[in-house]
Structure formats: structure tokens, C-alpha cells
């Protein structure tokens, strides 16, 4: 049997790109010997100290009360529980468009603790600044990895760590392999920093 090799995905449950990344990391595992591992950062924490909206600034730190269940629960329960609550709710979030109706963001909690069959109790840490010490420390280790003027996701393969890739379509079977192919033949050279053009579509979830 083929070893598999670890793969890090630092992510903000908010983030609708990383959402795309993640699914898409998930489809690369079937055709390459690869294990996803997930692994927490903040759009708030990265951003609190920038020149950035009031609004946006707002709504991510909104948004830090599905960080802060995640980190409880893999505290309660290991960290083996961190991709079912992902999924659990970045399909309610993102699938759903519930990320549009903040006001229900402890619904979307509830149901994604149920998906994985944990204690609903759990969502009372989405008000409590406990776990904050942990989520940062996991933050500080993705983004010290590819610096601050980049966001989620971050990835690490090996000695290897880039953000993103940035796509809006959820890419399956063949073609899943061939762009993580393609992204650790750049990504492996230490001198390779930017390739980017305009992003003119919209993250799609199906």
C-alpha cells in the first residue's frame, strides 16, 4: 500500500474559497496518495490590526464563533473531529447560502455538531474567548508559513507551504490531479512567488 503523505489545510470556516480548495483537496485524495489534515487560522485575527473595512472587520468577527467551536471540540474530542465539522459547516454556510443570514449562525453550528455527532453544548464556546490562545497559535503557525499578505487557505505539503490555490469550481477526478500536480511543480521552487490574473467568476459549491 502506497504511504500517504500528510497534507495541511489551514482554513476559515467563513472563507467561501477555501471552501472550494478544501472540497477540491478532498477529490485530489482519491486519485493521489494523499491524507488531508485541517488546520485553523482566522480571517479576523489576520486582519484586526489592518487597514480594512469596518463592515468586514465586523463580520469576521462574527464569524470567529464557528472558529472557536471547532477548536472546542477537537480540545474535547481530538482533532480527528475537525474535518466532519468543516464539512458539517461549510455545506450550511456555503451550499446553503445560510452564510448570508448571520443572525442563524448558531443553527448552523447546532446542525453541524449533529453531522458529527457531537454534544450541542459545544456552541456555547462560540461566545467565549477561551480557545482564542489556541486558534491563534495554529494561525500564527499557517500564516508565519506564507507571510501576511496572503489570507485562507494555506497549505502545507512537506517543506512546501503556499495560500491558496484560489479556484471557483470544485475540480473532480483527472483533472483534480493534474492542477495539484501542477501547483507542487511551481509551488517547489523557492524563488517561484505569484502567478495570478483577475478573478471574474463567483465560488461555485456543487
Not at 121 to 138: G, P
Not at 160 to 173: D, H, S, Y
Not at 183 to 200: C, G, H, P, S, Y
Request: charged share 30%; proline share 5%.
Amino acid at each position: 500500500m502506497t504511504e500517504k503523505i500528510p497534507v495541511d489545510l489551514w482554513f476559515d470556516p467563513s472563507c467561501p474559497f477555501a471552501w472550494v480548495t478544501s472540497r477540491w483537496l478532498l477529490e485530489v485524495e482519491k486519485v493521489r496518495p494523499i491524507q488531508p489534515r485541517w488546520r485553523q487560522m482566522s480571517l479576523y485575527f489576520l486582519n484586526e490590526e489592518k487597514d480594512v473595512p469596518a463592515d468586514y472587520l465586523e463580520r469576521a468577527a462574527r464569524a470567529m464563533g464557528s472558529v472557536r467551536v471547532i477548536a472546542a471540540a477537537a480540545a474535547k474530542h481530538g482533532e480527528h473531529v475537525i474535518g466532519q465539522l468543516y464539512t458539517g459547516l461549510g455545506t450550511r454556510l456555503h451550499n446553503q447560502g445560510l452564510s448570508k443570514e448571520p443572525e442563524r449562525l448558531r443553527e448552523v453550528i447546532e446542525g453541524a455538531l449533529d453531522d458529527a455527532g457531537l454534544e450541542r453544548s459545544l456552541a456555547e464556546a462560540m461566545h467565549s474567548e477561551e480557545y482564542d490562545a489556541t486558534i491563534r497559535a495554529s494561525h500564527d503557525e499557517g500564516i508565519g508559513l506564507v507571510g501576511q499578505e496572503v489570507g485562507t487557505p494555506v497549505i502545507r505539503v512537506g517543506d512546501n507551504a503556499f495560500f491558496g490555490p484560489v479556484i471557483t469550481k470544485i475540480l473532480r477526478g483527472d483533472d483534480a490531479g493534474k492542477l495539484w500536480d501542477g501547483v507542487l511543480a511551481v509551488t517547489q521552487f523557492d524563488d517561484f512567488f505569484e502567478l495570478k490574473r483577475t478573478r471574474t467568476k463567483r465560488p461555485q459549491f456543487d
